[in-house]
């Protein structure tokens, strides 16, 4: 299909579900206008559904990329109305199976093998089929037993048409839509077309899946299956077959006498452990995704799988995150308004005052709830949809934790509907900020940067090297010279108080140190008034070291 035949299905589906009567057609310029008033899809009954139901029913109809597309906007709250971001959460990825031969003839040209030689034994039989790839089950020669994931054939020219007719309807909605500046729509299909282009590689969702094994390695939270290297190539994957009950089969998971409260509250533990200690997390946790080890009923254990869309986060984004949590814990509200204008995810000129007093009104309805029916995914929707209405810009980096949030909650809530989210979720985040502006983390800081600002005092011989070449290939009297000769200057004096700072905030350091006893776990519980002074001025004098002078 070219892309004017696959316009023109678009088209089509828009007309049959009157998905015009979305546009904003009082904003449009007088030419659009008058085109979008005499189009064809007026001759089309206006279907007796609720908007959601349409868009859902619409994106189902385009087909696997649109699907996908849909299921990411419906964490967006901040870009969706509630009603249609409650539909899009029931679409169905339905896409049939690909002959297991097309399957066996493409394994075989990427390992450059037939599959007799590669396997024991290979099934034909797909075992799971989704839009982009299917999986077939294996048997390497030392007897693993293994899932042999396959790229679905044409399909990366299906989504590069797909996704360049999204970047051509997302530019008329940034242009001629007066809330398009702000929620950037091209931002979010660019956003879009890096996650879905990233499945397409099976390298990297291989590794992927070995960085986060290694992360978890010997957990007892969750287990990340090995990954054959020798066998796995950009269109093809070989990974550990695993054995668990689906995460969504309750029953089964009764059955086994599995502790439901213990297996809810590793799933929010998994969570915040990814995004906070390791920055970096599985961002398609939903319930086809994720099984259990049920070998200890009293102690089970997550096994993830599916590896293609991971998150990560910047430490800036990741400490106004944590801060801002916090504070709604402690319900200062204040504190809240201002993390939002520091981060700049609201303008700079924005009153407080008022910005504050629209975040109690929102939260201050969930405080009255008992803890276990607080949403603390619904909780950040509902920040972030206060925030909309002062302008807040859409995150980018924010899309998929917000997605991911709400899949583990959904699976935790399932789960264990006593859930309390915030007392697994709070102790976890105040360790964390401990560790960040508390002491160990000053000395780990220090640890870090202080190699490098020893490694740029030697730049002092080549700096003078530098200025006397100048200096013999010009007149005394050249700008070249003289700007040379200044730059020494203050390459020299931006050196002198590196030295001087960093000597200063070790010295400080360590008189603080030596004042309490060297136990790590009692320090910051024992650490006396002086030494926090001591701590703080080392910190300043840290933080002074990498400003330029």
Request: with cysteine; aromatic share 8%; net charge neutral.
């Amino acid at each position: 299909m070219t892309r004017l035949q696959r316009l023109v299905r678009i088209l089509w589906v828009i007309c049959r579900y009157r998905l015009d009567t979305f546009l904003p057609l009082s904003e449009l310029p007088v030419p659009l206008k008058v085109l979008f008033i005499l189009a064809p899809w007026h001759l089309f009954p206006k279907p007796r559904l609720d908007r959601g139901d349409r868009l859902r029913l619409a994106l189902e109809e385009l087909g696997p990329v649109f699907v996908k597309f849909g299921q990411i906007l419906s964490t967006r709250r901040d870009l969706l109305p509630d009603d249609m971001a409650d539909s899009l959460k029931h679409l169905q990825d339905r896409v049939p199976p690909f002959p297991g031969a097309e399957a066996q003839a493409i394994i075989e040209r990427s390992l450059g093998a037939s599959v007799g030689e590669l396997f024991a034994s290979f099934s034909r039989e797909p075992m799971a089929s989704a839009s982009v790839a299917q999986v077939h089950a294996a048997t390497l020669r030392n007897g693993h037993d293994v899932v042999v994931k396959v790229i679905r054939p044409g399909i990366e020219r299906v989504i590069n048409q797909d996704i360049s007719l999204m970047y051509l309807l997302a530019s008329l909605l940034e242009r001629y839509w007066s809330e398009g500046p702000r929620l950037h729509p091209v931002d979010v299909v660019a956003d879009y077309d890096a996650t879905i282009h990233d499945e397409l590689n099976m390298q990297r969702e291989a590794a992927n899946a070995s960085q986060l094994r290694r992360n978890f390695e010997n957990s007892s939270l969750i287990y990340i299956p090995w990954i054959d290297w020798d066998y796995t190539g950009k269109n093809v994957l070989v990974m550990e077959r695993i054995q668990g009950i689906p995460i969504a089969d309750v029953d089964a998971l009764k059955e086994a006498g599995v502790d439901l409260k213990v297996l809810a509250e590793k799933g929010v533990e998994i969570f915040f452990t990814q995004v906070f200690r390791d920055s970096f997390f599985h961002a398609d946790m939903h319930p086809g995704n994720i099984f259990v080890d049920i070998s200890n009923p009293a102690d089970p254990r997550y096994i993830a799988i599916d590896f293609g869309i991971v998150g990560t986060l910047a430490p800036e984004d990741q400490s106004y995150l944590a801060r801002n949590l916090l504070a709604f814990f402690r319900r200062d509200y204040r504190q809240v308004a201002e993390l939002h204008i520091q981060s700049g995810w609201v303008p700079a000129d924005t009153r407080v005052n008022e910005f504050e007093t629209a975040i109690r009104t929102v939260c201050e309805p969930i405080f009255e709830k008992p803890l276990k029916d607080i949403s603390f995914g619904h909780f950040l929707l509902g920040l972030f949809q206060t925030a909309r209405r002062f302008n807040m810009e859409v995150q980018p980096q924010l899309v998929l934790l917000q997605k991911t949030l709400l899949n583990v909650e959904g699976l935790g809530r399932q789960l264990y509907p006593e859930l309390d989210l915030w007392s697994t979720a709070q102790p976890f985040l105040e360790k964390w900020m401990r560790g960040r502006i508390g002491p160990a983390g000053l000395l780990k800081s220090l640890k870090i940067h202080l190699p490098e600002w020893i490694e740029q005092s030697p730049e002092m011989p080549q700096l003078v090297h530098d200025v006397l070449l100048q200096l013999r290939h010009s007149g005394p009297s050249d700008s070249a010279s003289r700007q040379a000769i200044e730059l020494l200057r203050e390459s020299r004096g931006r050196a002198d108080r590196r030295w001087r700072r960093s000597i200063t905030a070790l010295a400080l350091v360590g008189i603080a140190w030596f004042s309490v006893d060297h136990d790590l776990v009692a320090l910051v519980q024992s650490l006396p008034a002086h030494s926090w002074i001591l701590l703080a001025g080392a910190t300043w004098l840290v933080a002074g070291i990498g400003r330029k002078h």
